[in-house]
């Protein structure tokens, strides 16, 4: 089976597969924080995130949808959408986790993925908690806050570039 390493911190490692993406840990502490995500998964059931496909306890494991490349400068819906279309998908994905309760908490472009079907999606749920609780340094706004962030700072790099292409 090949296996891509695409990302991962200290302790973690996160491989593409032909079976979907899977996390590795490394570490028992990593572990612990991995075995976090798949409630969160679960509850959203894909809906603007990757379906939950299971788990291996004793390689220490976790598998889930692949929705293909993450947000960046170079892979992004933004300019293939327009703003206001992207703008809508964004409201989406917080409506969709306010339904659910859910903090997503990391909403930054590598965390972010986008599919023509499936509209934009939320990767890492590994900081992710219920609404209501607190985490330090998160707030009710934190999502939004950092959701728009991403989206004024694409917008302003892709516009950016495209206007200096065209001069
Ligand atoms: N379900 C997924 N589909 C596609 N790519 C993913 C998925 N989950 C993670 N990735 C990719 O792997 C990278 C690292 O995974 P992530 O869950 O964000 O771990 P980390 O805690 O190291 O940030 C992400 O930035 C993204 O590029
Ligand atoms: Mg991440």
Redesign the pocket.
């Known amino acids: 089976m090949t296996m891509e390493a695409?990302?991962?911190?200290e302790g973690?490692v996160?491989y593409?597969t032909p079976e979907?993406?899977r996390?590795v840990a490394i570490t028992d502490e990593a572990w612990r924080d991995l075995l976090r995500?798949p409630q969160w998964l679960a509850a959203m059931g894909g809906d603007h995130a990757?379906r939950y496909l299971g788990h291996d306890n004793s390689e220490r494991w976790t598998l889930?949808?692949?929705?293909?490349?993450?947000l960046s400068i170079d892979s992004n819906p933004v300019m293939a959408l327009g703003a206001a279309t992207f703008f809508d998908q964004c409201v989406d994905l917080l409506t969709a986790l306010r339904r659910a309760g859910i903090y997503h908490g990391?909403l930054t472009p590598?965390?972010l993925?986008w599919t023509e079907h499936r509209g934009l999606c939320a990767?890492?749920w590994?900081e992710s908690t219920l609404m209501g609780s607190s985490l330090p340094g998160k707030r009710d706004t934190t999502d939004a806050w950092q959701l728009l962030d991403t989206y004024m700072g694409l917008m302003g790099g892709c516009g950016a570039f495209k206007l200096a292409g065209e001069r």
């Open positions: 695409i990302g991962g911190h973690m996160v593409r979907g993406i996390k995500e990757p889930q949808e692949d929705l293909g490349h993450a990391d590598p965390n993925a990767l890492d590994q």
